[in-house]
């Protein structure tokens, strides 16, 4: 794993040795056995506990690890080339199960939010922009975990016109969106990030996006946002057919409902609440300039919650 924060931050190279000599002796560990640990619960061999007490740069790395295994491990289950039954498991093989899998990123947002004072709304000023960000990589990989939802063409950020931006998004709408209890659950656990803004403060949250954010963060963002309210606004188009919703999705929704009344947000019942979220998340990507995509995404999900308000039209007509 990787050393700890002072040593990558040291101005030179006496400086690098005097803190290295000063580190805690213990046996190294491997980012193959943190990695073993987070997915599976399990190491080939004794860890000293003190390996387990990570800098926020080398949780940030296991963070990126897990979301691209758990990437991997949903890509290979699409094509059909995963077994049902992997054995003794590697970080190869994958987990085999949706539980697996929801055990694991439980294992890592437990690790992180281990290093959060319970009576703050962020991190700490030292840990808190890595940790923050490690944060958003994990609900990209709550939502890779879900890669049967239905996706967005992600060419579109690179489309020209509004008419082929308005196109794209009525291909993505007219996708049946699954539903189970395992995509519920990750949608829970995502929809907590899209209304962190509101429990700092959305405006100071305009203001210093681009301060703390990475780049990582707004693409975690447009991930999250996306796969959030296609799920809501399937919901929503469930209840308006009178089709069957079950406890938990309606248990999500009222979550969803409180997190708006918390962040102050109004809209009426005969409004779109995919529209109403996506409309909130919006302007951070709008007003955030220092990276080309974040305006670019921000104007798509614009035209998205649009497509929501209209489509829940159609139904609702």
Not at 128 to 133: K, Q, T
């Amino acid at each position: 794993m990787p050393g700890d924060q002072d040593l990558w931050d040291a101005p030179s190279e006496r400086q690098w040795l005097l803190l290295n000599h000063n580190q805690p002796r213990g046996t190294p560990l491997s980012l193959g056995e943190a990695m073993s640990k987070l997915m599976y619960d399990q190491t080939a061999r004794e860890i000293p506990e003190t390996s387990w007490k990570w800098s926020p740069f080398a949780t940030a790395v296991a963070m990126y690890a897990v979301a691209t295994q758990i990437w991997y491990i949903s890509s290979a289950k699409n094509l059909g080339i995963l077994p049902g039954d992997h054995g003794n498991h590697t970080i190869l093989s994958g987990p085999g199960d949706i539980m697996e899998t929801e055990a694991a990123l439980n294992r890592c947002r437990d690790l992180l939010m281990s290093a959060k004072n319970a009576n703050e709304v962020t991190w700490s000023d030292d840990d808190g922009p890595m940790l923050f960000n490690c944060m958003a990589v994990l609900r990209v990989a709550y939502s890779r975990a879900c890669m049967l939802t239905a996706t967005l063409d992600r060419f579109i950020l690179l489309r020209e016109t509004r008419g082929e931006i308005v196109d794209a998004i009525s291909k993505y709408l007219s996708i049946d969106q699954p539903r189970s209890e395992s995509i519920t659950k990750a949608v829970a656990r995502s929809v907590e990030g899209l209304f962190v803004p509101a429990r700092a403060g959305v405006l100071l949250t305009l203001k210093t996006a681009a301060l703390t954010w990475w780049v990582d963060h707004a693409i975690a963002g447009w991930d999250t946002a996306l796969f959030v309210t296609r799920w809501i606004h399937a919901i929503e188009q469930a209840e308006l057919s009178h089709d069957f919703v079950n406890d938990s999705e309606r248990q999500t929704i009222k979550m969803v409902h409180r997190l708006m009344t918390e962040a102050q947000i109004r809209f009426t019942s005969t409004e779109s609440l995919a529209a109403a979220v996506t409309r909130f998340w919006a302007p951070f990507f709008t007003d955030t300039w220092v990276w080309g995509v974040t305006p670019r995404i921000g104007f798509v999900l614009q035209e998205l919650a649009k497509a929501y308000e209209a489509s829940r039209l159609r139904v609702h007509s």
